[in-house]
Nanobody, 124 residues
Framework: QVQLVESGGGLVQAGGSLRLSCAAS????????MGWFRQTPGKEREFVTA????????YYADSVKGRFTISSDNAKNTVYLQLNSLKPEDTATYYC?????????????????WGQGTQVTVSP
């Protein structure tokens, strides 16, 4: 089992920035990659970004490229998501997730463990 705890969400004006953190505990040695997804009411969970644990290779959704940056600190079992140039359409609950194997990083179904989510609200 892997436990994930997100933090850092909040309310920010458009154009502003936030930094989210996701701390992992438990059987973290089994983690191949960590990702961030977001979800708004009535919509499916949407891929945002992912990073592989060993090589720190990064994947981004087109909608966030150039604005969001994922990073990790393996010694702390923590992954970060820097959100810059935020837009109202970025408003969502952001979830951290881990996966044990390589594959389609964009598919939520391929992730094994999830955090409880942290709310990001961007006002116009």
């Amino acid at each position: 089992q892997v436990q994930l705890v997100e933090s850092g969400g909040g309310l920010v004006q458009a154009g502003g920035s936030l930094r989210l953190s996701c701390a992992a505990s438990g059987r973290t040695f089994s983690t191949y990659a960590m990702g961030w997804f977001r979800q708004t009411p009535g919509k499916e969970r949407e891929f945002v970004t992912a990073i592989t644990r060993a090589t720190a290779y990064k994947y981004y959704a087109d909608s966030v490229k150039g604005r969001f940056t994922i990073s990790s600190d393996n010694a702390k079992n923590t992954v970060y998501l820097q959100l810059n140039s935020l837009k109202p359409e970025d408003t969502a609950t952001y979830y951290c997730a881990t996966r044990k194997y390589r594959g389609d990083y964009y598919r939520a179904q391929e992730y094994d463990y999830w955090g409880q989510g942290t709310q990001v609200t961007v006002s116009p």
